[in-house]
């Protein structure tokens, strides 16, 4: 019964912005540590954001300053707002929901592309 949707995608110029949502349901959403991560084609899945249930954030330095990741635990989702957009952005942006290696989750994914 878990699932976790992500929307938001589609095709923005660089420069553009764009904010992912992520809605949880079936698990207790507080509890888990949400990540967002891409994928482009031909290249490994990166690590995008995190946030922890006590608020604490990570990013990857490609993204500082330009993505922020956020939650609100009443209507159990995750966001990611992406600013500054570019095309080294361009990928497929899953959200994961963490609490242990049995209670690990994924979307099914959304894309993302950057381009003019």
């Known amino acids: 019964q878990v699932q976790l949707v992500e929307s938001g995608g589609g095709l923005v110029q660089p420069g553009g912005s764009l904010r992912l949502s992520c809605a949880a349901s079936?698990?207790?959403?507080?509890?888990?540590?949400m990540h967002w991560q891409r994928q482009a084609p031909g290249k490994q899945r990166e690590l995008v954001a995190t946030?922890?249930?006590?608020?604490?954030?990570y990013y990857v330095d490609s993204v500082k300053g330009r993505f922020t990741i956020s939650r609100d635990n009443a209507e159990n989702t995750v966001y990611l707002q992406m600013n500054s957009l570019k095309p080294e952005d361009t990928a497929v942006y899953y959200c994961?929901?963490?609490?242990?290696?049995?209670?690990?989750?994924w979307g099914q994914g959304t894309q993302v592309t950057v381009s003019s």
């Open positions: 994961n929901a963490f609490w242990s290696m049995r209670n690990n989750y």
């Open positions: 079936g698990i207790t959403f507080r509890t888990y540590i």
């Open positions: 946030i922890r249930s006590d608020g604490t954030t």
